[in-house]
């Protein structure tokens, strides 16, 4: 089935340094590609839909200069979280949609900022 | 815009017993459903999907979950609970393809031995 590996499972980063998280398709081409953030005990919230070759759509809210997204192939997208602060430790999973109608996600991403 | 509400928060149930869990939904079309489970600290699996077609479908691990056009819901059900299915539940609604996916708020499950 279509697997999508997210790297790193944990990153501890001190204050005001910046942190980049990976997210690749690994049998499946992904044009779109999708970033969400989960606080604890809380929902997952879309932060931005990532397009190959073209700029991130970020949804309202989110800062697009603090949470940098790059989509440079079909098969790699990455968040870079900038001058990252302690408020921005949470969890990031990304998606991706292969052929078919349904969603596949990474193992996510536990951020702390110290 | 596309919404999703799960009313209950927190279920406990006891090893064996049935369980149902609510999802409400608000989309414009005919909604792509899903739901999810996630363990502490890890990404969500795909329990089982909606697209077209049976209103009632299986998925992995005993569940299954039936679509209710005319009640907006697609609830989620198992007849007998595992200890080990304790853990958090989401249910999600889209448009299938490239469009974003909306999640509910969640329900944890907890599981009484």
């Known amino acids: 089935g279509a697997v999508v590996s997210q790297h790193p499972s944990r990153v501890i980063c001190k204050s005001g340094t910046s942190v980049k998280i990976e997210c690749r398709s690994l049998?499946?081409?992904?044009?779109?590609m999708f970033w969400y953030r989960q606080f604890p005990k809380q929902s997952l919230m879309l932060m931005a839909t990532?397009?190959?070759?073209?700029?991130?759509?970020?949804e309202q809210g989110v800062e697009k200069d603090k949470f940098l997204i790059n989509h440079a192939s079909l098969t790699l997208s990455t968040l870079t979280v900038t001058s990252a602060h302690p408020e921005d430790s949470s969890f990031y999973i990304c998606?991706?949609?292969?052929?078919?109608?349904?969603?596949?996600f990474g193992s996510g991403t536990r951020l702390t900022v110290v | 815009a596309q919404s999703v509400t799960q009313p209950d928060i927190h279920i406990t149930v006891s090893e064996g017993a049935s369980l149902e869990l609510r999802c409400n939904y608000s989309?414009?079309?005919?909604?792509?459903l899903f739901w999810y489970v996630q363990s502490p600290g890890q990404g969500l699996q795909l329990l089982l999907k909606?697209?077209?077609?049976?209103?009632l479908v299986q998925g992995i691990k005993g569940f299954e979950a039936e679509f209710k056009r005319s009640q907006s819901s697609f609830n989620l059900r198992k007849p007998s609970v595992h200890w080990s299915d304790a853990a958090e539940y989401f249910c999600a609604v889209g448009a299938g393809g490239g469009n974003k996916l909306t999640f509910g708020t969640g329900t944890q499950l907890k599981v009484e031995l």
């Open positions: 989309y414009g079309a005919t909604p792509y």
């Open positions: 909606y697209f077209s077609g049976d209103t």
């Open positions: 998606s991706a949609s292969p052929q078919g109608g349904g969603y596949t």
């Open positions: 049998d499946f081409q992904a044009t779109t």
């Open positions: 990532s397009n190959e070759g073209s700029k991130a759509t970020y």
